[in-house]
């Protein structure tokens, strides 16, 4: 359940938006549509922007820009894709729609990313870009849009590595979590066929354009025995 409402025309304050914050006003308005943008980081923007309150029956009153938006909480932790469509509709008239490309952060002052996986799963973590000191950079793992919760193929009887997922949205969950960030790092395990992270280049090449054009290097461990450390040491020999 839905509801508008027209207040006091005032503009939306986005001065106290957090990175996390950001991203989620970029999610927003992404294409294609968003998916599995979580409830709890909708609340912490629309609080930021303006108010939240909770009404009864699980009703939340949203206020920004001289607008009000009444929505039903969520059945899950994420919205559906109608419920996002909703949300952005309000978020235009609330005056949002030209900031979220300001919130995408520019070319230069995002954090490199590093995906690591196999054909059962995907990690992806992040360089941290704030100090130009090599020794300063941290690695951290990297989903603020949780679009990788959950993401292991369901045939987990085959050797680690050996077989493509069936389900196509095994990359695709990938490749929406890559958006916005900087140069990326694919490591896989195994070679030809068997190595994921090729597969996934080919995918970003043929889905994603953008995306694969901020793909620096492929690389090939042995993922059963890498570590945050090792995986920074090949960061910065590949993205430097």
């Known amino acids: 359940m839905t509801q508008t409402m ?11 938006l957090s990175r996390s914050d950001k991203r989620t006003l970029a999610a927003l308005f992404r294409h294609p549509l968003a998916h599995n943008l979580p409830w709890s980081d909708v609340l912490a923007l629309f609080g930021k922007v303006g108010a939240v309150e909770q009404k009864a029956n699980d009703d939340f009153a949203f ?20 419920e996002v469509i909703d949300l952005r509709h309000f978020a235009t008239r609330a005056g949002l729609a030209r900031h979220h490309e300001a919130a ?8 490199n990313l590093v995906v690591v996986m196999d054909h059962h799963e995907a990690k992806i973590y992040q360089i941290d870009a704030a100090g130009d000191d090599e020794g300063e950079k941290a690695i951290k793992p990297y989903d603020p849009h949780h679009f990788l919760h959950h993401l292991t193929h369901k045939d987990e009887s085959r050797e680690r590595g050996q077989r493509s997922p069936e389900d196509a949205t095994f990359y695709e969950r990938i490749a929406q979590a890559l958006v916005g960030g900087g140069k990326i790092l694919l490591v896989g395990h195994g070679t030809g066929k ?16 953008e995306t694969h054009a901020r793909v620096v290097t492929e690389m090939v461990t042995d993922l059963s025995a890498v570590t945050q450390p090792q995986l920074l040491a090949l960061a910065a020999k590949a993205l430097h």
Request: glycine fraction near 10%; aromatic fraction near 4%; charge should be negative.
């Open 6 to 16: 027209q207040m006091d025309d005032a503009a939306p304050d986005v001065s106290a």
């Open 63 to 82: 206020q920004a820009g001289g607008e009000a938006y009444v929505m039903r909480k969520p059945h899950g932790k994420e919205l559906t894709g109608q």
């Open 104 to 111: 995408v952060p520019v070319a230069g002052a995002v954090n």
């Open 194 to 209: 068997s190595n994921a992270a090729h597969h996934l280049a080919d995918y970003l090449a043929a889905h994603h354009k």
